[in-house]
């Protein structure tokens, strides 16, 4: 049964990805690298090594592919911030993932939500890119 929940719920995710706005899909991102790294933080409670690294490698990818949509030239300062805040997540999720440090997790978790209420705050009129002209 645990395994069609698994499989139905990415499934879902995935369709929900298809048809989402880049917007939405940025916040599923943010949500599932969240999510990942809750259940990476549980896995290092049960000592289960693989679990962990698999989890925290996923996120990690999350967190890579947000950083290569970065459009420097129309986001300037605020992608150069952000690409810097992603490379500190993933320097902080290497050491985390090396060390057991269920701190440096929540530490990137927690900017993690940050980010994402941010995101999740902007106005749904602003949902959509603008080309440039």
Do not use: C
């Given at each position: 049964?645990?395994?069609?929940?698994?499989?139905?719920?990415?499934?879902?995710?995935?369709?929900?990805?298809?048809?989402?706005?880049p917007?939405?899909?940025?916040?599923?991102?943010?949500?599932?690298?969240?999510?990942?790294?809750?259940?990476?933080?549980?896995?290092?409670?049960?000592?289960?090594?693989?679990?962990?690294?698999?989890?925290?490698?996923?996120?990690?990818?999350?967190?890579?592919?947000?950083?290569?949509?970065?459009?420097?030239?129309?986001?300037?300062?605020?992608?150069?911030?952000?690409?810097?805040?992603?490379?500190?997540?993933?320097?902080?999720?290497?050491a985390?993932?090396?060390?057991?440090?269920?701190?440096?997790?929540l530490?990137?978790?927690?900017?993690?939500?940050?980010?994402?209420?941010?995101?999740?705050?902007?106005?749904?009129?602003?949902?959509?890119?603008?080309?440039?002209?």
């Amino acid at each position: 049964m645990r395994g069609s929940l698994k499989a139905y719920n990415k499934v879902n995710i995935s369709s929900q990805a298809a048809e989402a706005s880049p917007h939405k899909v940025v916040q599923l991102l943010l949500g599932g690298s969240i999510d990942k790294l809750l259940q990476a933080k549980l896995a290092m409670e049960q000592n289960e090594v693989a679990k962990k690294g698999e989890l925290i490698g996923r996120s990690m990818e999350i967190i890579v592919h947000l950083q290569a949509a970065l459009d420097f030239e129309q986001g300037d300062e605020i992608a150069r911030n952000l690409s810097d805040m992603y490379d500190y997540m993933v320097r902080r999720l290497v050491a985390a993932n090396q060390t057991n440090d269920a701190d440096a997790l929540l530490e990137v978790v927690d900017l993690l939500r940050t980010l994402k209420s941010g995101w999740d705050a902007i106005p749904a009129e602003h949902h959509q890119l603008k080309k440039p002209a």
